[in-house]
């Protein structure tokens, strides 16, 4: 939670100064009319800052250094001094430096280019305006220091093709794969996100109408206007350069775009009164424009409740479009009666006003609209998160969480997962004497060919050298030989009466195990009476992604498949046929669970997937410093789906080496309420000492330009290039 206070505190500092710069707009307005506008501003603030802003992401300086040039640039040319401008484009230039996003802040200042000339130019030559437009610009200077204040020019220079080396930059003409995002079912594409851009757009479409308009009738949106709409049109322009196409880069219009939505939908219907000069609007005109938000609001609200790197428990109506009862939120049954109250509304109040209801007064039809849905999609983002802390007070959500430990001390994310061990466990008696096997009724797809059982196939300790098992005393058979395809049946084994709360049957897998390679254990549970077995049904025991090392894998045995006589045998099936790919299983253990916080030893290195990195705060991160990595003692990975890049040696990461040397070894896991979909926790054994070495350094002066070790080798390129095998 404590996190989240720099943008807090972010927000609560653009919000003054958006609001300051609205202030100075209104003029001669009533006070009802100034508090409308706030609450309106401080509406589309929430609706726009809390699913994009409220983190620990970059696109939040982009977003106050917007603010901040936005007040700056309009200070200079309205007191005609050139001082805030270069203020402004501090501010813009150090938005730029902590991410390329920050451009957007550059938006104001490219817009006020005219105006300022003019003031340069002013009492003086073009030799002294371009004297004073020097001055101005030398305070870009100070955003590289912060730029370059830990990296070269070196660096920056290299980046960009180290980046190439391992994946294809995207460009501007990509920028359409964002927009995909938006609309997708997917987190990127979640209701809250897609309400404030797609509502933005079409008011930035009607601004844009209007500026034409005025232009035309020569009646001027004044300065600040026009920057208001505009700033918004080049901020999304300086996205559209950005080679990153991620939708929660928008967050970095948090400021622009409120700011444009409170111009079009408080000041704009008085400018058009102005710009019309006592004409009357085209009635088709006064419906089309509240009309023309009914898409981009029908459209946001079937975007799902689901957000990125977030495990959902206790959330409503999760992963599914917002929804209230059986009633969808994007239903016409409820835009459509709204529209039509908030069009005889605005009417029937500029009736009582003596006003002509077809004047530029009935377009705040649209703004109540707009609001009623901002109130409803922001509300309701509210409401499931609030909801879905409350209810895991007595559980485990990360709201929950947040609530209950503030300063992450009591490690409750650690306390709500569970790990099976199977090396770890107890070993099941044997069943000895079984003289005859009933086969099931139904076997199961993944049943091979009788064929293919040989009782040589997967010899016991034939495990790769390079891999071998988790230290136990359990036996595990494996063939490590390319192209084997065969299947190996171990003896029966008998199972427990009942099992405990936390208990589960384990075994131990290594190498590729998945679906996809027809490779994995069958656990045949059966009944024993005498000398004979009837196996009464089969469970396919298999990892859902290839992970490195040795995973255990529980199985879902219940009441009926346990008690007196009850058995159980595996058989491991190795369809894997590749080059490089090997099999191996264990027998049955009766394993334990613990809780993560037991299982794990807090200060240990640890190397958390990024996408939880938050989530773990007991947990020591791994140094990183001198070009070398200290080797972790435990890992987590993201999701139910294979290990992400830090595992990928062609992608630099930075686990490839440490999977290539230690014993990996992957427990079974659950999250309450998120069962095995939240991730997987590694652990590692290195077979020498890690910390077998010493670091001394020397201090060697370089150009900036140029690297002071020389251009060293980079595996992830050569490998690409086809240098290395």
């Given at each position: 939670?404590?996190?989240?206070?720099?943008?807090?505190?972010?927000?609560?500092?653009?919000?003054?100064?958006?609001?300051?710069?609205?202030?100075?707009?209104?003029?001669?307005?009533t006070?009802?009319?100034?508090?409308?506008?706030?609450?309106?501003?401080?509406l589309?603030?929430?609706?726009?800052?809390?699913p994009?802003?409220?983190?620990?992401?970059?696109?939040?300086l982009?977003?106050?250094?917007?603010?901040?040039?936005?007040?700056?640039?309009?200070r200079?040319?309205?007191?005609?001094?050139?001082?805030?401008?270069?203020?402004?484009?501090?501010?813009?230039?150090?938005?730029?430096?902590?991410?390329p996003?920050?451009?957007?802040?550059?938006?104001p200042?490219?817009?006020?280019?005219?105006?300022?000339?003019?003031?340069?130019?002013?009492?003086g030559?073009?030799?002294?305006?371009?004297?004073?437009?020097v001055a101005?610009?030398?305070?870009?200077?100070?955003?590289?220091?912060?730029?370059?204040?830990?990296?070269?020019?070196?660096?920056f220079?290299?980046?960009?093709?180290?980046?190439?080396?391992?994946e294809?930059?995207?460009?501007?003409?990509?920028?359409?794969?964002?927009?995909g995002l938006l609309l997708?079912?997917e987190?990127?594409?979640?209701?809250a996100?897609r309400?404030?851009v797609l509502v933005?757009l079409v008011?930035?479409l009607?601004?844009?109408?209007?500026?034409v308009?005025?232009?035309i009738?020569?009646?001027?949106?004044g300065f600040?206007?026009?920057?208001?709409?505009?700033?918004?049109a080049i901020?999304?322009?300086?996205?559209?350069?950005t080679?990153?196409?991620w939708?929660?880069?928008f967050?970095?219009?948090?400021?622009?775009?409120?700011v444009?939505l409170?111009?079009?939908?408080f000041?704009?219907?008085g400018?058009?009164?102005?710009?019309?000069?006592?004409?009357r609007l085209?009635?088709w005109?006064?419906?089309?424009?509240?009309?023309?938000?009914?898409?981009?609001?029908?459209?946001?609200?079937?975007?799902?409740?689901s957000?990125?790197?977030?495990?959902g428990?206790?959330?409503?109506?999760?992963?599914?479009?917002?929804?209230v009862?059986?009633?969808?939120?994007?239903?016409?049954?409820?835009?459509?009666?709204?529209?039509v109250?908030?069009?005889?509304?605005v009417?029937?109040?500029?009736r009582?006003?003596?006003l002509?209801w077809?004047?530029?007064?009935?377009?705040?039809?649209?703004?109540?609209?707009?609001?009623?849905f901002?109130?409803?999609?922001?509300?309701?983002?509210?409401?499931?998160?609030a909801n879905?802390?409350?209810?895991?007070?007595?559980s485990?959500?990360?709201?929950?969480?947040?609530?209950k430990?503030?300063?992450?001390?009591?490690?409750l994310?650690?306390d709500?997962?569970t790990?099976?061990?199977?090396?770890?466990?107890?070993?099941?008696?044997a069943?000895?004497?079984?003289?005859a096997?009933?086969?099931?009724?139904?076997?199961i797809?993944?049943?091979?060919?009788?064929?293919?059982?040989?009782?040589?196939?997967?010899?016991l300790?034939?495990?790769?050298a390079?891999?071998?098992?988790?230290?136990?005393?359990?036996?595990v058979?494996?063939?490590s030989?390319?192209?084997?395809?065969?299947?190996?049946?171990?003896?029966w084994?008998?199972?427990?009466a009942?099992l405990?709360?936390?208990?589960?049957?384990?075994?131990l897998?290594?190498?590729t195990?998945?679906?996809?390679?027809?490779t994995?254990?069958?656990a045949?549970?059966?009944?024993?009476?005498g000398?004979?077995?009837?196996v009464?049904?089969?469970?396919w025991?298999t990892?859902?992604?290839?992970?490195p090392?040795?995973?255990?894998?529980t199985?879902d045995?219940?009441?009926a498949?346990l008690?007196d006589?009850?058995?159980?045998?595996?058989?491991?099936v190795?369809?894997?046929?590749g080059?490089?790919?090997w099999?191996g299983?264990?027998?049955?253990?009766?394993?334990?669970?613990v809780r993560?916080?037991?299982?794990?030893q807090h200060?240990e290195?640890?190397?958390?997937a990024?996408?939880?990195?938050?989530?773990?705060?007991?947990?020591r991160p791994?140094?990183?410093a001198?070009?070398?990595?200290?080797?972790?003692?435990?890992?987590?990975?993201w999701g139910?789906?294979?290990p992400?890049?830090?595992?990928?040696?062609r992608?630099?990461?930075?686990?490839?080496?440490?999977?290539?040397?230690a014993?990996?070894?992957?427990?079974?896991?659950?999250?309450?309420?998120a069962?095995?979909?939240?991730?997987?926790?590694?652990?590692?054994?290195?077979?020498?000492?890690?910390?077998?070495?010493?670091?001394?350094?020397?201090?060697?002066?370089?150009?900036?330009?140029?690297?002071?070790?020389?251009?060293?080798?980079?595996?992830?390129?050569?490998k690409?290039?086809?240098?290395?095998?």
């Amino acid at each position: 939670m404590w996190l989240r206070l720099p943008a807090l505190a972010a927000a609560v500092i653009a919000w003054f100064l958006t609001r300051h710069f609205l202030d100075r707009m209104m003029g001669e307005r009533t006070a009802w009319f100034r508090r409308g506008d706030h609450l309106f501003l401080g509406l589309v603030y929430c609706a726009w800052w809390l699913p994009y802003a409220i983190g620990t992401r970059p696109e939040i300086l982009g977003a106050l250094g917007s603010a901040i040039a936005l007040v700056l640039v309009a200070r200079a040319v309205e007191r005609r001094s050139l001082l805030p401008a270069a203020f402004g484009a501090m501010a813009a230039g150090l938005a730029f430096a902590a991410h390329p996003t920050g451009g957007v802040a550059f938006a104001p200042l490219l817009l006020a280019i005219p105006a300022l000339w003019r003031i340069a130019r002013r009492n003086g030559t073009v030799a002294s305006a371009v004297a004073r437009t020097v001055a101005v610009l030398s305070v870009g200077s100070v955003p590289l220091f912060a730029a370059f204040a830990d990296a070269s020019l070196h660096d920056f220079l290299v980046g960009s093709s180290r980046f190439a080396a391992v994946e294809k930059p995207l460009t501007w003409t990509d920028e359409a794969a964002r927009y995909g995002l938006l609309l997708s079912g997917e987190p990127m594409g979640a209701f809250a996100k897609r309400a404030v851009v797609l509502v933005a757009l079409v008011a930035l479409l009607w601004f844009a109408l209007l500026w034409v308009a005025s232009r035309i009738r020569k009646t001027p949106l004044g300065f600040r206007m026009t920057l208001a709409g505009w700033s918004l049109a080049i901020g999304l322009v300086a996205l559209w350069i950005t080679t990153s196409k991620w939708t929660h880069h928008f967050g970095a219009l948090s400021v622009l775009g409120p700011v444009l939505l409170a111009t079009v939908f408080f000041l704009a219907p008085g400018v058009v009164r102005e710009v019309l000069g006592g004409r009357r609007l085209p009635v088709w005109l006064l419906v089309l424009v509240p009309v023309s938000f009914l898409p981009p609001i029908i459209v946001s609200l079937q975007g799902p409740n689901s957000w990125a790197y977030a495990w959902g428990q206790f959330l409503y109506r999760a992963w599914v479009p917002p929804q209230v009862g059986s009633l969808g939120l994007a239903s016409l049954k409820i835009w459509g009666p709204v529209l039509v109250l908030a069009l005889v509304g605005v009417a029937l109040l500029l009736r009582r006003r003596g006003l002509d209801w077809r004047s530029g007064g009935i377009l705040f039809a649209a703004t109540g609209v707009v609001s009623v849905f901002f109130l409803l999609s922001t509300g309701f983002l509210y409401g499931t998160f609030a909801n879905a802390a409350v209810r895991g007070l007595s559980s485990y959500s990360v709201g929950a969480a947040n609530l209950k430990d503030p300063s992450g001390r009591a490690c409750l994310t650690e306390d709500a997962i569970t790990l099976w061990d199977a090396p770890s466990g107890s070993a099941l008696p044997a069943a000895t004497g079984v003289a005859a096997v009933i086969p099931v009724a139904a076997p199961i797809a993944q049943t091979p060919a009788p064929e293919m059982i040989d009782p040589d196939a997967l010899p016991l300790g034939g495990w790769p050298a390079s891999d071998p098992p988790p230290a136990g005393d359990l036996d595990v058979w494996a063939d490590s030989a390319d192209g084997l395809s065969a299947a190996r049946e171990t003896g029966w084994y008998e199972l427990p009466a009942s099992l405990a709360d936390r208990q589960r049957v384990a075994v131990l897998v290594g190498g590729t195990a998945t679906d996809e390679d027809a490779t994995g254990v069958i656990a045949q549970v059966g009944t024993r009476s005498g000398d004979r077995v009837t196996v009464r049904h089969e469970l396919w025991l298999t990892d859902a992604a290839v992970r490195p090392g040795w995973r255990s894998i529980t199985m879902d045995l219940g009441p009926a498949d346990l008690g007196d006589g009850a058995v159980l045998r595996l058989v491991g099936v190795d369809g894997s046929t590749g080059a490089g790919k090997w099999f191996g299983f264990s027998e049955p253990r009766l394993a334990d669970g613990v809780r993560m916080n037991d299982y794990v030893q807090h200060g240990e290195p640890t190397l958390v997937a990024w996408q939880s990195s938050f989530w773990f705060p007991c947990e020591r991160p791994i140094r990183i410093a001198d070009g070398i990595l200290e080797p972790p003692a435990v890992a987590t990975t993201w999701g139910n789906v294979a290990p992400d890049n830090i595992w990928v040696e062609r992608r630099g990461g930075a686990l490839a080496g440490v999977a290539r040397i230690a014993t990996v070894s992957t427990p079974a896991t659950e999250m309450v309420e998120a069962g095995s979909l939240w991730g997987r926790v590694e652990t590692f054994a290195y077979p020498y000492p890690t910390d077998g070495y010493t670091v001394s350094s020397t201090p060697r002066t370089a150009m900036g330009w140029s690297s002071p070790f020389g251009e060293a080798s980079q595996i992830v390129a050569a490998k690409r290039a086809g240098v290395l095998r």
